[in-house]
């Protein structure tokens, strides 16, 4: 067997554990850069770091679908490439923002050009070999966790080492890197579809339809809507609880021990995911996380906290690699591109919305009911798996 497959596949885990280092460096301290900005309190802050996430998600939600149209004629490499150079660009312009509507604006933009994830997921879904997708989404997941779990601890540490704006121009460099390691040590081999063949609006718009990736985008939606209602808490709740700790590097050490821990889970169960039913490894992820997100309610101290909310990466690393691994199993090879364009589409509107929401209803309610909110979705995200999803089949995908 010819295993091209595999170095393809190292290669882009590899410029993709880099890249996404560099996108997570300012998860710990973005509420805090916002702060600074506009001098605004913890409560305006938390709104307006909800603001600046969601408009880069609705921004991916919209043009998502369009980038994979054209990884489908053109090539899925090259779409992957736009996303880390594009991106590179964007942060370098964020280390030198001077007030928050133009933050936004560029946040707007970033998200826009981003996508690193989908476009690497079809990429490998392409030239990975269909009996192994499952272990080739777990390890895409690996570089996704670990990227997100020493992003934000390096991030923290460099921003308070050396300042909010000097993480962003680092943030530029990583994924200058990334992008130079996928055009140097990944070959696609992709050939053109005949003109008639061409993906179009109306593909993206049947497989929309379909009952089976309506479910799975659904699913996707929720997979990010749920946490990243969380994520302009996390920071000001360190605050809250210890006003004159450092609160950017504790955050960042508790994203840490989130990725770590969801890495883990991504890597056992991808592993195993060609003889694991994808759909109850997502029900049982599904159920445990609500469990896990109930313990930070109650947290009294920045200790308790970081460990509360650090096993609750325990299951995401199972949610993610079901969730993507039935997406490249659920359509053929020629519209990879197109699925997980749309995927990426319900991911960033989940991602975008998420935010407002919880920067919402912390502004509204505090910080620690956002948590309980959150567990409820997963919950009923459970029953929704168990009645809606079923197992995919080889001979007959979603076309």
């Known amino acids: 067997m010819d295993n091209s497959w595999k170095k393809n596949l190292y290669a882009v885990v590899v410029a993709e554990f880099i890249v996404l280092i560099g996108f997570n460096f300012a998860t710990p301290f ?23 996430t969601g408009v880069s998600g609705i921004a991916m939600f919209f043009s998502s679908p369009f980038w994979g149209i054209l990884a489908d004629r053109w090539g899925r ?8 150079f594009g991106s590179a660009i964007v942060m370098a312009l964020m280390a030198i923002c001077p007030n928050i509507y133009i933050f936004i604006g560029l946040r707007f933009i970033l998200g826009t050009l981003a996508g690193t994830v989908a476009a690497a997921s079809a990429l490998v879904a392409t030239t ?38 000097a993480a962003f121009f680092v943030t530029a460099f990583l994924l200058t890197v990334g992008g130079l390691m996928v055009l140097l040590m990944v070959k696609e081999g992709f050939e ?5 063949t061409h993906a179009s609006l109306r593909d993206v718009l049947s497989l929309v339809r379909s009952r089976q990736i309506a479910s799975l985008l659904i699913v996707l939606f929720t997979l990010q809507a749920g946490p990243q209602m969380l994520a302009p808490t996390i920071p000001l709740f360190f605050k809250s609880i210890d006003p004159g700790g450092a609160a950017a590097a504790s955050s960042g050490l508790t994203f840490f021990m989130i990725g770590l821990l969801a890495a883990i889970s991504a890597l056992v169960i991808g592993r195993f995911g060609n003889k694991l039913p994808l759909k109850k490894v997502l029900v049982f992820s599904c159920l445990g996380s609500s469990i896990l997100y109930l313990p ?9 906290l970081f460990v509360f909310i650090g096993l609750t990466g325990l299951f995401t690393g199972g949610l993610m690699m079901s969730a993507n691994a039935l997406v490249a199993l659920t359509v ?16 960033a509107l989940g991602g975008g919305l998420g935010p407002l929401i919880g920067g919402s209803l912390a502004t509204i309610m505090g910080f620690r009911p956002v948590f309980g909110v959150t567990s409820g979705i997963f919950l009923l995200l459970s029953g929704f798996v ?14």
Do not use: C
């Open 30 to 52: 973005l509420a805090l850069y916002i702060q600074e900005l506009g001098s605004f309190t913890n409560k305006e802050a938390t709104l307006w770091t909800g603001i600046a």
């Open 77 to 84: 490499k090259p779409m992957l490439l736009r996303a880390q």
């Open 128 to 165: 990975t070999p269909r009996d192994k997708v499952p272990f080739a989404m777990g390890l895409i997941m690996v570089a996704m966790f670990t990227g997100q779990s020493f992003g934000p601890l390096i991030g923290g540490f460099v921003a308070h080492g050396f300042g909010y704006r």
């Open 192 to 196: 053109r579809p005949p003109a008639h």
């Open 296 to 304: 930070p309610i109650f947290a009294a101290t920045t200790g308790q």
């Open 332 to 347: 053929p090879p020629s519209r990879q591109g197109i699925a997980y364009g749309i995927a990426q589409s319900a991911n």
């Open 386 to 399: 168990a009645k809606s999803l079923f197992k995919p089949t080889e001979d007959k995908p979603v076309r």
